[in-house]
């Protein structure tokens, strides 16, 4: 077991936006958590990484109470977060030697760059990024440290298409590396493509967790009707057609 989180619950003021939820992670595996807006799952991931530490529960990654992570272990986990950002006057190159020193055996980021087809862009400053080429940075700085374990918070908003797709089978292929990776994501093609496994959050609160077998499973969608994970969400969200 790489990672517990046992009675997780993150309180801002008077809103609860993590609400006693538990479950584990698998080393090697896709965990994917999905949820709509304010669902928990930013609060979530803050938690386990130890970027929030004012949470009730008991968090364990790769053994260490998650409130108390040392410098050391940050060498074994990588975050991308939904927020992320880079100072505007640094260029690609700068920012990539820059965490890389961070780290004590940091992947070459060159061929990081390559792959994620920035390398043309390796002396280009941030403000002339677009917004998808951003994202595709921020996925390279997680994979720096050459992590154990990889966080991806709405890994592919603002991508098109095709950089859709690369960044699927660069996962993929981390996978294949015996990485395990958390992702959260609002796409659900997203989660049924790359998940081992999938958990469902809504309010704060855990609807279930499981294979996609095992939630079609539990949430029979009708005679006839091939299973989406989109027609479970939607379902457990309390969004009907007759709503329109």
Same mark, same amino acid.
């Given at each position: 077991?790489?990672?517990?989180?046992?009675?997780?619950?993150?309180? !801002?003021?008077?809103?609860?936006? =993590?609400? +006693?939820?538990?479950?584990?992670?698998?080393?090697?595996?896709?965990?994917?958590? &999905?949820?709509?807006?304010?669902?928990?799952?930013?609060?979530?991931?803050?938690?386990? =990484?130890?970027?929030?530490?004012?949470?009730?529960?008991?968090?364990?990654?790769?053994?260490?109470?998650?409130?108390?992570?040392?410098?050391?272990?940050?060498?074994? &986990?990588?975050? *991308?977060? *939904?927020?992320?950002?880079?100072? +505007?006057?640094?260029? /690609?190159?700068? /920012?990539?030697?820059?965490?890389?020193?961070?780290?004590?055996?940091? =992947?070459? !980021?060159?061929?990081?760059?390559?792959?994620?087809?920035?390398?043309?862009?390796?002396?280009?400053?941030?403000? +002339?990024?677009?917004?998808? *080429?951003?994202?595709?940075?921020?996925?390279?700085?997680?994979?720096?440290?050459?992590?154990?374990?990889?966080?991806?918070?709405?890994?592919?908003?603002?991508?098109?298409?095709?950089?859709?797709?690369?960044?699927?089978?660069?996962?993929?292929?981390?996978?294949? $590396?015996?990485?395990?990776?958390?992702?959260?994501?609002?796409?659900?093609?997203?989660?049924?493509?790359?998940?081992?496994?999938?958990?469902?959050?809504?309010?704060?609160?855990?609807?279930? /967790?499981?294979?996609?077998?095992?939630?079609?499973?539990?949430?029979?969608?009708?005679?006839?009707?091939?299973?989406?994970?989109?027609?479970?969400?939607? $379902?457990?969200?309390?969004?009907?057609?007759?709503?329109?």
């Amino acid at each position: 077991m790489i990672l517990e989180v046992n009675h997780l619950s993150v309180n !801002y003021k008077e809103l609860k936006a =993590v609400d +006693d939820i538990s479950f584990n992670i698998n080393e090697g595996e896709i965990f994917t958590i &999905i949820g709509p807006n304010g669902a928990g799952k930013t609060s979530t991931i803050e938690s386990i =990484v130890g970027l929030n530490k004012k949470y009730e529960g008991d968090i364990i990654i790769l053994g260490t109470k998650a409130n108390n992570i040392p410098k050391s272990l940050y060498n074994e &986990i990588g975050v *991308q977060l *939904q927020e992320a950002s880079f100072p +505007d006057k640094l260029k /690609v190159d700068e /920012v990539c030697k820059m965490f890389s020193k961070l780290y004590d055996n940091p =992947v070459d !980021y060159n061929i990081l760059l390559k792959e994620f087809d920035l390398e043309s862009k390796k002396n280009s400053y941030i403000r +002339d990024l677009s917004g998808g *080429q951003k994202q595709r940075l921020s996925i390279i700085i997680a994979l720096l440290p050459d992590p154990k374990i990889i966080f991806l918070d709405e890994l592919t908003t603002g991508l098109d298409p095709k950089s859709r797709r690369m960044i699927w089978n660069i996962i993929l292929k981390e996978k294949k $590396k015996n990485k395990t990776i958390v992702l959260s994501t609002h796409f659900m093609d997203e989660a049924e493509f790359l998940s081992d496994r999938i958990a469902i959050l809504v309010e704060g609160k855990l609807q279930v /967790v499981g294979t996609l077998e095992e939630i079609f499973e539990k949430y029979e969608m009708g005679e006839g009707k091939a299973p989406k994970l989109e027609d479970v969400f939607l $379902k457990l969200v309390g969004y009907k057609m007759e709503d329109i």
